[in-house]
C-alpha cells in the first residue's frame, strides 16, 4: 500500500507524528498522507482489527462539503495511515493572526462548520480536537471562503493504534470532559 502514495514533503508535525504531502501514483492527485506507528507490547481485544476496520470505513464513507474527505484508511501491523483530500489555503488559525474575521464571515464560518458537524455527529462520527488549526479556509469563486474541517476522527483513530489517549491539539484547547480516563469525544466536546 505504501508504494501507492509517494512522500514529496512534511507540511507539518503534531501529538501523533508527520502530516506529508504525497502523490497518489495510482490516480495521479495530491493528497495529505500521515501515518500512526502501532504501539509496541501492548495487549489488544480479539476484536481491535475489526473495530479499527469498521471505524475506518465509516470515515471514509462519510461525505460532507465542509469536512475534508477521506480516502484512505490503510491499516497493518505497523500502526495505520490516514490518506485525505489536500486542500490548498491557510488554516483558520494562520488567517487569525491577521487580526478578527468581519462579522459576516463569521457567520458564514459557523454555518459551515455547525453544518459539518451536525451531519458528523449524526453518523456517530467526533472530531475530538478541534482547534484553529483543524480548519481550513477555502476561496469561494462567488467570494467570501468556506471552511473545511480536517482530521476528523483522527484522535479516536491514534488512540486505537497507540492504545493510550492521543490529544492532536494542545490540551488547553480540548473540552473539559476529554480530560478525564477513558474520556470518549462527543457533540459537546466538538462544541467547546
Not at 58 to 63: D, G, N, R, V
Not at 91 to 113: N, S, W
Not at 116 to 136: E, M, P, W
Request: aromatic letters at 8%; glycine letters at 8%.
Amino acid at each position: 500500500m505504501a508504494e501507492r502514495y509517494k512522500i514529496n514533503n512534511l507540511l507539518s508535525k503534531d501529538a501523533a507524528g508527520g502530516v506529508y504531502l504525497a502523490e497518489d501514483s495510482m490516480l495521479g492527485r495530491k493528497v495529505v498522507y500521515r501515518h500512526i506507528d502501532a504501539a509496541v507490547g501492548i495487549e489488544r481485544s480479539a476484536t481491535w482489527a475489526d473495530d479499527m476496520a469498521a471505524y475506518a470505513g465509516k470515515l471514509c464513507a462519510f461525505q460532507h462539503p465542509n469536512i475534508v474527505t477521506i480516502y484512505d484508511v490503510p491499516i497493518d501491523d505497523s500502526g495505520f495511515s490516514m490518506v485525505t483530500q489536500y486542500i490548498e489555503g491557510e488554516t483558520l488559525a494562520q488567517r487569525l493572526e491577521q487580526g478578527p474575521i468581519r462579522e459576516i464571515g463569521a457567520y458564514r464560518m459557523a454555518v459551515d462548520l455547525l453544518e459539518a458537524l451536525h451531519a458528523a455527529h449524526d453518523a456517530g462520527v467526533y472530531h475530538g480536537a478541534l482547534h484553529t488549526g483543524s480548519i481550513k479556509r477555502l476561496a469561494r469563486a462567488t467570494g467570501g471562503y468556506r471552511y473545511l474541517i480536517m482530521d476528523l476522527g483522527l484522535n479516536t483513530l491514534a488512540t486505537m493504534v497507540k492504545g493510550e489517549d492521543i490529544h492532536i491539539a494542545d490540551p488547553v484547547l480540548l473540552a473539559p470532559e476529554l480530560h478525564g480516563e477513558d474520556a470518549e469525544p462527543d457533540e459537546r466536546a466538538d462544541l467547546f
